[in-house]
């Protein structure tokens, strides 16, 4: 049976912190209290030394019809409670490939990469949720291992748990884990024409066809032309999951 402590590598055991550690997290929650009070965003604060959620934000999301604090209380818990088992050991084997990348980056770029990856959730009415989860580093030890992570959470447009994948900052690879076969690959990165950015801002915004066609000076029939071209590019099926495509993987 997994336990809450099984999430805990020990490749990432933080077992103590420097003065230095411990000065470089002063007052840090603020600004992220006010980034998820602005944006709405679902997010919360991993800390690796005491094991467990130092912040939840309110988005309901992510909450399972309990509290933010309620879901902080119950940590790594919560996962165990409303994550079916076949994706409590989808997390698990993250933690374990994830850490093993992270010790072969160089301690001052680790906070350059961020890890992504989907997993259902069962709410009280045992309902399903595919959710996409991005964790990065937000504070290192001295000796490089992650002692808090911020991860935002959102709803996922994939079809099924897993889609493993870390990115870099300003990188134009995208490195993705195969969970057959057990290793990464790498991938180009999906980017947006200029005109394919123009249509997704206009679209998110609630423009129709025309209305797009007549802001870009574009005909309506080659406006959806780009549509469909930039939908079998996402591989998505329809404008709203382009849109949380696009704002998942920040190519807007």
């Known amino acids: 049976m997994i336990k809450k402590e099984d999430f805990f590598s020990f490749q990432n055991t933080v077992k103590k912190l420097s003065a230095d550690d411990v000065n470089q997290t002063s007052n840090y929650l ?42 902080q209380e119950m940590g790594y818990e919560f996962y165990l409670k409303y994550a079916p088992e076949k994706d409590q050991e989808l997390l698990l084997k993250i933690n374990t490939i994830g850490f ?8 001052k770029e680790r906070k350059d990469y961020t890890i992504s990856y989907d997993f259902h959730l069962k709410n009280q009415e045992k309902k399903s949720i ?3 989860q991005k964790l990065t ?5 001295e000796d490089g291992k992650i002692w808090k992570a911020l991860c935002l959470i959102s709803l996922s447009t994939a079809n ?3 889609n493993i994948c870390i990115y870099k900052k300003g990188g134009n690879t995208v490195f993705q884990y195969d969970l057959k076969g057990s290793f ?6 999906i980017s947006l024409s200029q005109r394919e950015k123009e249509i997704m801002q206009l679209s998110s915004r609630g423009f129709t066809v025309s209305e797009i066609a007549e802001a870009i000076f574009l005909s309506p029939d080659t406006v ?10 996402l591989a998505v099926s329809n404008l709203a999951e382009a849109i949380a495509f696009c704002t998942n993987n920040r190519l807007l």
Do not use: M
């Open 137 to 141: 580093p937000l504070f290192l030890t």
């Open 100 to 107: 093993d990348f992270y010790e072969k980056i160089l301690v």
């Open 184 to 189: 990464w690959s790498t991938n180009e990165s």
């Open 224 to 233: 959806k032309f780009h549509k469909r071209k930039l939908f079998e590019k």
């Open 130 to 132: 595919l959710i996409n």
């Open 30 to 71: 603020e600004p992220i209290k006010a980034f998820a009070r602005a944006t709405n965003q679902s997010v919360y604060i991993i800390d690796y030394k005491a094991k467990g959620f130092e912040y939840v934000s309110d988005n309901p999301l992510f909450l399972c019809g309990h509290s933010a604090r309620k879901v």
């Open 160 to 162: 099924e748990s897993g």
